[in-house]
T-cell receptor, first 110, second 114 residues
Framework: EDQVTQSPEALRLQEGESSSLNCSYTVSGLRGLFWYRQDPGKGPEFLFTLYSAGEEKEKERLKATLTKKESFLHITAPKPEDSATYLCAVQAVTGNQFYFGTGTSLTVIP | NAGVTQTPKFQVLKTGQSMTLQCAQDMNHEYMSWYRQDPGMGLRLIHYSVGAGITDQGEVPNGYNVSRSTTEDFPLRLLSAAPSQTSVYFC?????????????FGDGTRLSIL
């Protein structure tokens, strides 16, 4: 069964304090792993797609990495505006559905 | 760019009432889907469509109907609303289902069933 687990559920950081969010997945052949950011009252906003182990993508203070069993979203020197819920999703090669984790709620304190 | 548009943004229903949540996209995407988001449960797939005239069930389809008569529109119907259907509903679209491209989401419909 395809599954996605995210940890931690919640994370509080001081401004400038770097950290990482984890997304572990079990899927019968990975077509793609997707990271989203969700602000309160809004729909998820696409950040990155990763396709194969060893791949990395960067955008401003965010860097996503992928291994065969997990992905990390590294946040370097976060700012309060980075506060949001970060969602991870996977799509298997054998199907056409996307499976989402429950997200990590990030709060960055000034 | 409108992207994915959902209406209404908020709705309150009484138990037993029916209603339709609207979703439209202007990106010519083949793949469209409906999710519900509940605290601690993440996004759960209700129904999806891989193209006009083709729909299929997701993880939690009971109590919901969909149809896809055009590429642009994918409405979700609640047949007889129940309090357990109180949730935030998101519509998403992407290129063909096997394209490994990300989904784009609307801003949701917040639905309360009394």
């Amino acid at each position: 069964e395809d599954q996605v687990t995210q940890s931690p559920e919640a994370l509080r950081l001081q401004e400038g304090e770097s950290s990482s969010l984890n997304c572990s997945y079990t899927v019968s052949g990975l077509r793609g792993l997707f990271w989203y950011r969700q602000d309160p009252g809004k729909g998820p906003e696409f950040l990155f797609t990763l396709y194969s182990a060893g791949e990395e993508k960067e955008k401003e203070r965010l860097k996503a990495t992928l291994t065969k069993k997990e992905s990390f979203l590294h946040i370097t020197a976060p700012k309060p505006e980075d506060s949001a819920t970060y969602l991870c999703a996977v799509q298997a090669v054998t199907g056409n559905q996307f499976y989402f984790g429950t997200g990590t709620s990030l709060t960055v304190i000034p | 760019n409108a992207g994915v548009t959902q209406t209404p943004k908020f709705q309150v229903l009484k138990t037993g009432q029916s209603m339709t949540l609207q979703c439209a996209q202007d990106m010519n995407h083949e793949y469209m889907s409906w999710y519900r988001q509940d605290p601690g449960m993440g996004l759960r797939l209700i129904h999806y469509s891989v193209g006009a005239g083709i729909t299929d069930q997701g993880e939690v389809p009971n109590g919901y109907n969909v149809s896809r008569s055009t590429t642009e529109d994918f409405p979700l119907r609640l047949l007889s609303a129940a309090p357990s259907q109180t949730s935030v509903y998101f519509c998403a679209s992407s290129y063909g289902p096997y394209s490994n491209q990300p989904q784009h989401f609307g801003d949701g419909t917040r639905l309360s069933i009394l």
